[in-house]
């Protein structure tokens, strides 16, 4: 397994946190994590509810990522296309599984590392998606939503609140015509506030965020976010979706996953390291 190359440029910098973990059993383990951002963009993470890395992958990359999805294509048996009105576009899931180039991603630093700073040594990758909307299918869009809806009303005292990061890579421009991603900073923390169904309409506060191929934006599971429309005149839009969570997360629940894909192939061999085992979810907690 390779890790993807990607542009150093695109990372205003890096430190260093060593982790010490309060486990006498294990004799208090250590783990170094270089963070691939600078600790005033963790920060900025925290508050904010997302960052940007414009052009992170060299353009040969985000080809050889727009071949293999092609490939996939040709002979997934799982495509969803119900999403309607309120997530337009085509998807397919389990991406690690069926194809190397994804798999790639497993040990991607400038995710895993800011994954690591912000939630801990222990993260496990979660769904690994594509969100396709074709130039001849114009208006497809998605509603105003963020990914954990799990807050309870009333607030439970203890509560743990399910923190996740999601990646999303885009392989292709997006701009006015293709519909960029659009946000609401700082709305991750808005625990307490409904957000409806079925809601396309501007909010006060929101950042647009058009972005040229081989750009990701890394967002907490809480933030409101949605993509805008595609316009006639505009090209193919194609996304790549993937998360991090703690290790003692749950999975992400959509779609359907290969019995013998590439990862369940990769957790048989009986060399696989711990790292691998827990990022795929099946270490790393008690
Ligand atoms: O296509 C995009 O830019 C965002 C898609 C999205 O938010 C999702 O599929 O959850
Ligand atoms: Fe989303």
Redesign the pocket.
């Known amino acids: 397994m390779n890790s993807i190359p990607f542009h150093e440029e695109a990372i205003p910098g890096r430190h260093m946190i060593t982790y010490r973990i309060r486990d006498s059993h294990r004799k208090f383990p250590v783990r170094d994590v270089e963070v691939l951002a600078t600790p005033q963009e963790i920060e900025q993470f925290t508050r904010d509810g997302y960052l940007v890395r414009e052009r992170l992958l060299p353009m040969e990359q985000v080809e050889r990522l727009r071949a293999a999805l092609d490939e996939v294509m040709t002979d997934d048996g799982h495509i969803e296309r119900g999403g309607g009105k309120a997530?337009g576009?085509i998807?397919l899931r389990h991406l690690m599984d069926k194809h190397p180039a994804f798999l790639d991603f497993l040990r991607f630093p400038p995710t895993l590392s800011i994954a690591r700073a912000l939630f801990g040594p222990s993260v496990q990758m979660r769904g690994f998606?594509a969100?396709i909307?074709f130039p001849d299918d114009p208006h497809q869009e998605?509603e105003w939503?963020f990914?954990q809806r799990l807050i309870p009303d009333p607030l439970p005292p203890l509560l743990t609140r399910p923190l996740t990061m999601?990646v999303?890579l885009?392989l292709d421009d997006?701009n006015e015509l293709n519909?960029?991603?659009c946000v609401v900073p700082g709305s991750h923390n808005w625990i307490e506030e409904d957000l409806e169904k079925d809601d396309f309409s501007d909010k006060p506060g929101q950042v647009v965020l058009p972005l040229p191929a081989g750009s990701c934006?890394l967002?907490h599971g809480s933030l409101w976010?949605?993509?805008?429309p595609t316009r006639p005149g505009g090209t193919l839009?194609r996304?790549l979706?993937f998360g991090y969570g703690p290790a003692w997360n749950k999975q992400a629940i959509y779609g359907v996953k290969p019995p013998d894909g590439l990862t369940t192939r990769l957790l048989q061999n009986p060399d696989v390291d711990e790292e691998t085992r827990e990022l795929l979810g099946v270490a790393g907690y008690m």
């Open positions: 997530f576009g998807f998606t969100r909307c998605t939503h990914h999601d999303l885009y997006t519909g960029p991603l934006v967002a976010h949605r993509a805008l839009r996304l979706l």
